[in-house]
Nanobody, 127 residues
């Protein structure tokens, strides 16, 4: 079992930045790929990006490329989502998720490949 706890959400003006954290416990953190998803009001949850096990390759949704960066600190059992140039449409609850398996390409976008989920953290971007 893996427990995930997100933090770092809040209210920010358009153009600003936030860094979300997701702290993991319960298993060997470096064995898990860590994904970020978000769910805006009235919309389905969508893939933001993922960082793979150990070596930490990253894969992002097209709409965040160049603005968001995912990193991980295996010594701290934590994954980060650095969000820059935020837009009002980035307003959502952001979730981290974990899977021990390795996938390729667009498979990372599927929510059903992740076994563990955090409770989410709210990000609100004002215009």
């Amino acid at each position: 079992q893996v427990q995930l706890v997100e933090s770092g959400g809040g209210l920010v003006q358009a153009g600003g930045s936030l860094r979300l954290s997701c702290a993991a416990s319960g298993r060997t953190f470096s064995d898990y790929a860590m994904g970020w998803f978000r769910q805006a009001p009235g919309k389905e949850r969508e893939f933001v990006g993922v960082i793979t096990q150990s070596a930490g390759s990253t894969y992002y949704a097209d709409f965040v490329k160049g603005r968001f960066t995912i990193s991980r600190d295996n010594a701290k059992n934590t994954v980060y989502l650095q969000m820059n140039s935020l837009k009002p449409e980035d307003t959502a609850v952001y979730y981290c998720a974990a899977t021990i398996r390795y996938y390729y390409g667009s498979t990372w976008q599927r929510q059903d490949v992740y076994d563990y989920w955090g409770q989410g953290t709210q990000v609100t971007v004002s215009s």
